[in-house]
């Protein structure tokens, strides 16, 4: 059995900054890929940014330059930090973990609302 902590959701100006993290606990053994997903109201789920135990990184072109995804293996933990943020980054944002032996798990997710 695994969890997933979300936190660092939250209200913001355009233009301001947020750090999101998603801590794992539970009976590791190993995790592989780790990921941010969004999803704003009446549009479907779609990834933000993700990271492989290695340390390669993806993100989607709407983030790009603008948002940083990084992990703390020792500490099960990913990051994301959101600098710049747009009205139109506002959604639940949501960590995606996949973990060796029990697969692919959701956290709660965490409301981000940027207003203008």
């Known amino acids: 059995q695994v969890q997933l902590v979300e936190s660092g959701g939250g209200l913001v100006q355009a233009g301001g900054s947020l750090r999101l993290s998603c801590a794992a606990s539970?009976?590791?053994?190993?995790?592989?890929?780790m990921g941010w997903y969004r999803q704003a109201p009446g549009k479907q789920r779609e990834l933000v940014a993700s990271?492989?135990?290695?340390?390669?990184?993806n993100y989607a072109d709407s983030v790009k330059g603008r948002f940083t995804i990084s992990r703390d293996n020792a500490k099960n933990t990913v990051y994301l930090q959101m600098n710049s943020l747009k009205p139109e980054d506002t959604a639940v944002y949501y960590c995606k973990v996949d973990f060796y032996v029990q697969g692919n798990n959701w956290g709660q997710g965490t409301q981000v609302t940027v207003s203008s």
């Open positions: 990271i492989t135990r290695d340390g390669s990184t």
């Open positions: 539970g009976s590791i053994f190993r995790i592989n890929v």
